[in-house]
């Protein structure tokens, strides 16, 4: 059965960077695309982006220009990056998987990230 | 891109039949599969409902899901209510250039 864990640092100040990875394991991970959503509190989910086993990557267009999804296949881990944060992205971040017809799942445990001066 | 909408809350009573639309603003809801997930409080979603109307295994089949092309709209309809099904429920679609949309979530009460 596949799970994901992931972690990363929980408080950033302002134009920071935000910065998780998420590992798998069980199952293959070279055969799925994988991808981060986040939740604002008391909100609902926002789609960050998603790569490919091959790198390649797809992101929200209302974030495209901060994020970046990258991959590490010997360690089955995927990670993500989003630059210069502000208090508006405080959010718990999870990681999935995505299976055919855009499928998320499992979903990793969340991270609560806060951006606060 | 398209908007998915959902009522911010809905109530029912134990042993009802309760159902959450989710609607789409634009292009057909049959067009692209749409995926409903249950999250509780302080837990990460999961899936309850998938391709439009799909079980995964160990979701019980007190829950399910349809599309509408007359109201452009997914259902997900929970009958026989339990309090624990008591939860956020977010439906989830793609556009043409395979975008994910969420729709706004919906808080269920079962009281």
């Known amino acids: 059965q596949v799970q994901l864990q992931q972690w ?50 797809k992101y929200n267009p209302s974030l495209k220009s901060r994020v970046t999804v990258s991959l590490d296949t010997s360690k ?12 508006a992205d405080t959010a718990a971040y999870y990681c999935a998987r995505v299976s055919d017809y855009w499928w998320f799942d499992p979903w990793g445990q969340g991270t609560l990230v806060t951006v606060s001066a | 891109n398209f908007m998915l909408t959902q009522p911010p ?11 959450i639309s989710c609607t789409r603003s634009s292009g057909s809801i049959a067009t692209n599969y749409v995926q409903w997930y249950q999250q509780r409080p302080g837990s990460s979603p999961t899936t309850v409902i998938y391709e439009d109307n799909q079980r995964p295994s160990g979701v019980p089949d007190r829950f399910s899901g349809s599309i509408d092309s007359s109201s ?13 099904d008591e939860a956020d ?7 043409t250039d395979n975008n994910v949309v969420f729709g706004g979530g919906t808080k269920l009460t079962v009281l």
């Open chain 1, 8 to 57: 990363g640092a929980g408080l950033l100040k302002p134009s920071e960077t935000l910065s998780l990875t998420c590992a798998v394991y069980g199952g293959s991970f070279t055969d799925y695309y994988w991808t981060w959503v986040r939740q604002p509190p008391g909100k609902g989910l926002e789609w960050i982006g998603e790569i490919k086993h091959s790198g390649s990557t």
């Open chain 1, 76 to 87: 089955n881990q995927f990670s993500l990056r989003l630059t210069s944060v502000t208090p």
């Open chain 2, 9 to 19: 809350s809905v109530s029912e009573s134990p042993g009802k039949t309760v159902t």
């Open chain 2, 72 to 84: 452009n709209s997914a259902s997900l309809t929970i009958s026989g209510l339990k309090t624990e």
């Open chain 2, 89 to 95: 429920f977010h439906c989830q679609s793609y556009d």
